[in-house]
Each structure stands twice: as C-alpha cells, then as structure tokens.
C-alpha cells in the first residue's frame, strides 16, 4: 500500500465559494487549508460551479469566471493572502444552480461524482441538510467509509420568520432530521442554536482569518505603548438582510434612543433590504450611518472600538470572532449562538433593552481588556482544527481502519433492524429525490436532478447521464 493510500483523505463538500464572502464559503475554505497543512492527510475541498449567468447573480463586484480552473485560481489567490504556509489541498468542482427564492446555491446531480469511488474515504459535508434535501444517487455512507456533518446554519429560525413560518418550521425540522440521519455518521453542531440531531455534538470548529489576530496584535502593541488604539465608536457589519440582526439593531436603537442620545452608529453592508434598512436607520433621531460592505479585514474598520451584534439568527458569528481577534468589544445579546464567546473578557451580552443600553455606555466608556496568548489562539484556525479532529476521532481513524469499518462494523450492523429501516428510508429518499415533481414540490430547482448541457461543456462531464428513474443508488 502506498503512503497516498495510506493516509486518510478528508473530501470537504460545501455549498458556496469566493468570491461570495458567506460562512460556507470561508471557512472550508480555511478548514482544507489547515487540515492539510501538516502533510499527514490529503485534503479534497469540493465546491459549486455555476454557469456564467447563475455567477452574476452570486457573486459580487460583476466577478465572473470562464473556467473552473480560472475560479480555482482565484480561490487558491485569495486564501495565499491570507496564510503564511504553501497550500497543500486539491480543488473540485461539483455542478451548481442558484436558487434566487433561497439566496442559496443547491447542487445539481450526484455531487459525490466528484470523488472517485477508489478514493473515498472520508466526506465532511458542510451544510448537511443543505447538500443532501434533494441528492438522487449513491448513498452517502456507502461511498464514503466516514460522513461527517457540520451544522453551520439556524435554517428552522430562517424559516420562521416566513409567511406561515411555524408550519413550515415544522416540516422543515423533520426533514432535516431526515436526511442528515440517512447520510451522516456524526454531526457537529457550531453551537445549540442549532437544530439538535442524533449522533450530534456541539463543537466550535471554526477559526478566524489570521489577518485579524495580526491587526489585533499591532493593536496590542498600541495599547502597552499607552498609544490610543481605538478612536472610532460603534459600528455593525454583515449582510444587509432584515434577519441578519438589523432588525434586533434598528429596533434596540429606536425604543432607546433617548438613553443614548450621543451614540453614533456606523452600519456596513450589502443586501436586498439596504434600502428598506436606509430608510428605517433615517427615522431614527440617533446618527445611524449606513455605508456599503466592505471586508472586515479593511483598514477602515481598525479603530472601531465597539462593535454591536444584536442577531440571535447566526449560529456562531464569523465577524463576532473577527472583531475579538481585533481586540475590540463586542456588545451582543445573552443567547446560545454567542456561548462560545462568553470565555471572552471583551464580550458582553445582555438580556434586555436596558441591558443593552447599559452594556453600549460602559463599552465605549473604557478600553478593551488585553486578550492572552490563550484566549487569541482559541480565536485560531490551528485552536479550531484540533477541535475538529477531536470531535471527529481522526485521529483514530486511519485509512486502513475506516477501510475495515466500511466492510465489518457498517456491514455487519446491516443485519440489524435499525440498519434495514435507515436502507429503507435512504431508498424512499432516493425514489422521492427522482421525480421532477416531487422535487420541486419541496423546493428543488427546475431541472435540477441532471446536470444541463452547459455544466456538462464547462465541467467537462459526459452528456449521456442515465434516466433519472433507472439510475440505480448504489
């Protein structure tokens, strides 16, 4: 056996990629990175590839991409920046549509096709429910001797704020108990704020971007210089989306303006309510500034001292951690999704209005508290990627032994009845999964059960794909 069959290799399928600056675009992204970087494993990151007029609807700036190999390289270009090691993991392509109605991109086809089956070992499906709602082929835990979900989004709290939310929750709930059920072995929930599943456990498996534990330092430097590091007051970032949290902010900021009468706000962002958020933030008697997106990571953002996140939709918020590794405050409310940054000093959380307003005073009234070398590797991705393998037993795990795992401990389970009733059920989706009307019934996008002749030609995929009826689930 050769040293490449030997190792372990992780496949990380996700569903978004850069240019789009979204959670499941990023911190795969980063994961394969850091997964890889020791050498001991292989490391295959599996994202979207959508035609040219699926990309304008995605991405921004009017970036697009002639090629698959043209967006890898702009992928692999952004994350160098970022990083200080040579990056040591493979890109694949999976084909991709996105659905405007979800501002999501869903898969097309069998997307475990870009996995040759002599080389599946190990799948981390990021987005669980989201990759398998609507898949229509090989069962997941077949393929693969170890599937791995990791729960990045709050969907049933997404969902409730719809027209007839509640029931559509409902449903909802039940579906994803479903499918991750049916296709993962374990599940890492980000926080509780998560739909619980079996088989699951609550773990924080992400990192930050390490330029920001640099322009934390340097502001360290500041501070044991008596320098003022921080000269700008309040601001908030993220997508510019009524559930993103603008709506707790604007809200917050209305009912207590009289309390704050000289808090000045900077809000950042883009998204379909700007201008509805615009109009809201002009109502108010505070100065409430609404400026476009921009990253994080911009030189702008630097000498904000307070950064106010009032959502309870996140699940653990990427620019909560970013502005703790920038040693800024952070005032967001007491809930499960901000758990993990309670061990933080410069968090503070409230639970009401007056919580709030008292928190925003004493924030911008002192400097942020120093963070030790502890706590700012606990913000890293080198913290967050032996987190991961810990609550995943890779290390454990070789490839020899998920190898034999695959032919004796799934297979003799097979005999068992629990076993036969998850077979069935996994067949039931696949039949269910096979039927344009059925799929579009439950959300699928038109003719999205094969890849079209434009994916086919970019994706160099053959054209004479089998019946959707008779493909047989392996």
Request: charged residues 25%; contains cysteine; aromatic residues 10%.
């Amino acid at each position: 056996m050769t040293k490449q069959q030997q190792q372990q290799h992780i496949a990380i399928f996700t569903t978004a990629s850069i240019p789009w600056l979204t959670g499941t675009a990023v911190n795969p992204l980063f994961r394969a990175a850091y997964l890889a970087n020791d050498g001991d494993r292989r490391v295959t990151l599996v994202i979207p590839w959508l035609t040219l007029n699926h990309q304008k609807l995605v991405y921004p700036n009017s970036i697009t991409f002639s090629s698959p190999s043209e967006h890898e390289a702009y992928v692999r270009h952004w994350l160098e920046e970022r990083v200080s090691f040579p990056l040591g993991f493979e890109i694949r392509f999976y084909p991709g549509k996105f659905a405007t109605d979800k501002r999501s991109i869903l898969p097309v086809g069998d997307i475990s096709d870009a996995i040759p089956d002599e080389e599946a070992d190990i799948a981390a499906l990021e987005e669980p429910e989201h990759l398998t709602w609507f898949h229509h082929g090989k069962k997941w835990k077949t393929k693969f001797n170890y599937v791995i979900g990791i729960v990045h989004t709050n969907y049933l709290e997404y969902v409730k704020r719809e027209k007839q939310g509640r029931v559509k929750a409902f449903l909802l709930k039940y579906l994803n108990s479903w499918v991750v059920g049916i296709y993962c072995h374990k599940v890492i929930r980000l926080s509780a704020a998560t739909q619980e599943y079996p088989k699951s456990i609550v773990c924080n498996v992400h990192g930050v971007n390490p330029k920001f534990l640099e322009i934390g330092l340097r502001k360290l430097e500041q501070q044991k210089l008596q320098e003022q590091p921080f000269t700008k007051g309040a601001y908030y970032i993220g997508k510019m989306v009524w559930s993103k949290g603008y709506k707790e902010l604007l809200k917050l900021l209305e009912k207590h303006q009289k309390e704050l009468p000289e808090l000045e706000v900077d809000l950042y962002g883009d998204g379909e309510d700007s201008e509805e958020i615009k109009a809201a933030a002009r109502k108010l008697e505070l100065t409430v500034n609404v400026y476009p997106g921009r990253d994080h990571a911009d030189s702008l953002f630097h000498n904000y001292k307070v950064f106010l996140n009032p959502s309870t939709t996140d699940v653990v918020c990427t620019t909560t951690a970013e502005a703790l590794a920038m040693g800024k405050i952070v005032v967001c409310a007491n809930h499960i999704s901000n758990e993990f940054f309670k061990q933080f000093p410069n968090c503070r959380t409230y639970d009401d209005g007056k919580g709030f307003v008292r928190a925003t005073v004493k924030a911008l009234g002192e400097q942020p508290l120093q963070l030790t070398e502890q706590q700012r590797h606990e913000l890293s991705w080198e913290a967050a990627t032996q987190r991961f393998i810990k609550a995943c037993d890779l290390s454990r795990l070789s490839r020899a032994e998920s190898n034999i795992s695959k032919k004796s401990v799934f297979a003799s389970s097979s005999i068992s009845m629990g076993k036969n009733l998850e077979d069935m059920s996994a067949y039931i989706h696949f039949l269910a999964s096979g039927f344009e009307a059925s799929r579009t019934a439950f959300g699928a996008i038109p003719g999205s059960l094969q890849p079209d002749e434009e994916l086919c030609r970019d994706l160099g995929l053959p054209l004479n794909t089998p019946s959707p009826n008779t493909r047989k689930q392996d």
